[in-house]
């Protein structure tokens, strides 16, 4: 029998009892890489595989300790701050070491399915009393895929519920091995035009709707629709309208909608990173996302907004 429990993975974070990522209490696995490049990315620092440094300036004191640490002399302090040098940093961690104010911060470490199932099953009583389970996110799952396949396949067979989140940006040959063990699908809508799509995540949604379809009719899993709500890309009713029907004619009323509204976090963690933040926009209103859940609703859907 193959074991499983070695199969190495890239993770940047494990979160316990999460309300928000399927039913019940849960614990949720975030996976690094991902194949789009979203404008608002929550998570920038799950874009590619490598582990992150984060630099908190706050918390800087300008002691200088992390410039002496750091074995490529990559640090400078600059206005009583540290500053990195980005193009000379190997992310060695030799200065989070030394910082005696927690200023700095490596994000991203590898780990063993087993390791991982290890972690999750610390919170059973959790999942029994609450009907939760654990949840692979990200980043992407699907850029992962043996590593996904471990640690839900270990899951099951320790009679936990499983769910991925997941932008179905995948062959379906990667897509469909993973579902063998996963329970719940919650399949992001990041737009449904085409071209609208490319321009805000990299790439077109053909593939992504067509995985949809195959999910819910070939694989047959429950699924949730969710939707990062973003104003001035995504929000208008137009969209959410095309989104309902593309649901009520291709899956079906049973797959629940999750509006879920853009916020500012994605742009404070780029900036811990010491890179330039982008993109930003406004903080949908509650009255513009109640108009929007009630659109959907009108198609005979379970519209909420949140997790």
């Known amino acids: 029998m193959e074991d499983l429990t070695n199969v190495k993975g890239k993770i940047f974070n494990i979160q316990g009892y999460s309300i928000h ?13 991902c194949p ?3 404008l608002w990315c929550q998570n920038p620092e799950s874009v590619t595989l490598e582990p992150k440094l984060f630099f908190i300036a706050e918390k800087c004191i300008g002691c200088g300790r992390c410039v002496a640490a750091c074995p490529k002399g990559a640090i400078t302090i600059v206005d009583g701050k540290a500053v ?9 961690g030799e200065c989070v070491k030394v910082c005696p104010t927690d200023a ?6 590898t780990k063993t399915a087993g390791e991982v199932v290890k972690r999750v099953r610390q919170d059973e009583l959790f999942y029994k009393t ?11 799952v699907l850029m992962q895929p043996e590593f996904a396949y471990a640690i839900l396949k270990l899951c099951k067979d320790a009679g936990l519920h499983t769910a991925i989140e997941t932008c179905g940006f995948a062959k379906w040959e990667v897509f ?26 990299g790439v077109g949604n053909e593939l992504i709707l067509e995985n949809a379809i195959k999910v819910y009719h070939e694989a047959k899993k429950p699924m949730a629709a969710r939707v990062p709500t973003i104003t001035g890309y995504n929000d208008s009713k137009e969209n959410m309208d095309a989104l309902a029907r593309f649901i009520v004619e291709n899956l079906g009323k049973d797959v629940k909608v999750h ?32 108009e929007l859940r009630a659109l959907i609703a009108s198609y005979g859907l379970n519209a909420v907004i949140g997790g």
């Open 130 to 140: 609450s009907g939760g389970g654990v949840t692979l996110s990200g980043g992407e």
């Open 36 to 38: 789009l490049r979203c």
């Open 84 to 92: 990195t040098d980005r193009s000379k940093c190997t992310v060695c």
């Open 176 to 201: 469909s091995k993973i579902l063998e063990y996963t329970d719940l699908v919650l399949y992001d809508f990041k737009h449904m035009d085409s071209a609208k799509h490319k321009e805000g995540t």
């Open 21 to 33: 990522d399927g039913p019940g209490i849960r614990t949720t696995v975030f996976f690094l890489g």
């Open 259 to 290: 509006l879920l509204p853009y916020h500012h976090l994605g742009e404070s963690k780029t900036e811990r990173m010491e890179q330039e933040v982008t993109f930003t926009t406004d903080v949908p209103t509650d009255e513009h996302m109640e």
């Open 104 to 109: 700095r911060e490596i994000v991203g470490e």
